[in-house]
């Protein structure tokens, strides 16, 4: 089973920026494409963005393009998700897992705890 782990969530005004992190201790990351879902209150999960396992190939949700950036460091076996110019609507529990890269679809059926983005207006 693999344990992942959000960090970095927290209490923002629009327009303003956040750095989440995703980590798995004990399991290597850096064979597999990882995305970042969300899901906001009263919402489905929903994917915002994905990278391939070199970093090579970057993926995002149309609404987040161009102000979020997704990267990794294999080294760290880290994922992380620069987020910046925050809207309102992007306030949500944040995810990690790995994904398929065609269907973007999560693979791991365990989920971490999430992190939670709220931005205020």
């Known amino acids: 089973q693999v344990h992942l782990v959000e960090s970095g969530g927290g209490l923002v005004q629009a327009g303003g920026s956040l750095r989440l992190s995703c980590a798995a201790p004990g399991r290597t990351l850096s064979s597999y494409a990882m995305g970042w879902f969300r899901q906001a209150p009263g919402k489905e999960r929903e994917f915002v963005a994905g990278?391939?396992?070199?970093?090579?190939?970057?993926y995002y949700k149309d609404s987040v393009k161009g102000r979020f950036t997704i990267s990794r460091d294999n080294a760290k076996n880290t994922v992380y998700l620069q987020m910046n110019s925050l809207k309102p609507e992007d306030t949500a529990l944040y995810y990690c897992n790995a994904i398929n890269r065609v269907t973007r679809e999560a693979m791991f059926d365990y989920w971490g705890q999430g992190t939670q983005v709220t931005v205020s207006s």
């Open positions: 990278i391939t396992p070199l970093g090579t190939g970057l």
